[in-house]
């Protein structure tokens, strides 16, 4: 079959789940199947839409079908010595770009070059009610009032089935270094935000456990004056460490509790929840693994003006998101009603309102 019948397939499948009101469950390789609460629905695979349907690298932009393999458009980047710059996880070998962007997943280099939200230039959708439908396009400046390409990014396949996407597309940096100092936790806070306030190329910074590492990258110049301005030893085999972070493999993750994430101010201090604690992002996130409960986590994340997360659980029945007020779970549910009436995609995904 091929990509236009195959949509022509994926579209049929939704006319009649649209007609019968029957709920979907979206999958693709299955790497982010993890995440958030368990869905309802028969099964709508768009793993096999997959293939690059244009890529300029002159222009930085990149546009390949929501089941291309992460590793794929990776490869295909880095034979033209460019990268996804938002940097994300896999979380298995055959990762797709569509759960990617459906889940906004981005690693380390996150909080100094954006999100994968961010580099989002245009999708294709197919909505709740079968229809196709193009958003964006191809270059930075192509729209007037709200963007709804990178609406997208971050909800989990409740909005609509993403079908193409369209990113902007970064060079590698000519030269990347790690530096590596032991300190507590206190401690790396402070070095990593003050670094967010220097002219330095630091593109990723993250403390785990008992040292804080700097990775510092762009041209060799840059980075060899940089390097004269950041205590530490030079890390052997950087790219394995950040590597291993990115997809959870460091053995920090090797824990069986539940693992919490957590966003706060990257200044914020050590929090006085009792687990193991790892901060990346410069200290904007960290990961915890906990035995408390959420509601004691919360309060406490909530209470120095951040918000938490369960982002692995063996019991995915309970609560995992923060709950939203009012007016802006009243805000997602007119959004849903209007790309997805019936409420077909994903439904319970996020939560079970939605």
């Not at 100094?112 to 230039?121: C, E, I, K, N, P």
């Not at 967010?196 to 980075?223: E, F, M, N, T, W």
């Amino acid at each position: 079959m091929d990509e236009h019948d195959l949509g022509k397939a994926l579209q049929q499948q939704v006319l009649d789940a649209f007609e019968k009101e029957n709920p979907l469950n979206i999958t693709g390789s299955g790497s982010k199947s993890f995440l958030g609460h368990v869905p309802h629905g028969q099964t709508i695979d768009v793993f096999k839409h997959r293939g690059i349907v244009n890529y300029d690298p002159r222009e930085l932009v990149l546009t390949a079908r929501s089941g291309t393999p992460l590793s794929k458009i990776e490869a295909t980047l880095a034979d033209a010595g460019q990268i996804l710059a938002f940097e994300p996880p896999h979380f298995g070998n055959q990762a797709t770009l569509g759960g990617t962007i459906a889940c906004a997943l981005s690693g380390p280099r996150r909080p100094y070059s954006g999100s994968a939200r961010d580099f989002v230039l245009g999708c294709q959708i197919l909505n709740g009610r079968g229809e196709i439908l193009r958003f964006g396009g191809q270059v930075m400046k192509n729209v007037a009032g709200y963007d709804v390409s990178r609406l997208m990014a971050g909800a989990y396949g409740t909005l609509g089935i993403l079908l193409e996407i369209s990113l902007k597309v970064l060079p590698r940096p000519a030269a990347s270094i790690t530096v590596t100092h032991e300190c507590s936790a206190a401690e790396a806070i402070e070095s990593m935000s003050a670094l967010l306030g220097k002219p330095y190329p630091v593109d990723a910074a993250c403390h785990d456990g008992d040292h804080c590492h700097v990775r510092i990258s762009g041209s060799a110049q840059a980075v060899s004056e940089a390097r004269t301005k950041i205590p530490g030893e030079t890390m052997p085999d950087a790219e394995t460490f950040w590597a291993a972070l990115r997809e959870h493999e460091h053995p920090f993750f090797d824990h069986r509790n539940t693992l919490y994430r957590i966003m706060v101010k990257p200044a914020t201090p050590p929090l006085p929840i009792e687990g193991s604690w790892l901060l990346d992002w410069g200290g904007a996130q960290r990961w915890l693994f906990s035995r408390k409960d959420f509601s004691t986590i919360r309060h406490c994340v909530e209470q120095a003006g951040g918000h938490v997360s369960v982002f692995r659980s063996d019991d995915r029945a309970v609560e995992l998101f923060q709950p939203l007020p009012a007016p802006l779970l009243a805000l997602h549910q007119r959004i849903k009603s209007g790309f997805d009436p019936k409420s077909i995609f994903n439904r319970g995904r996020l939560y079970g309102n939605l």
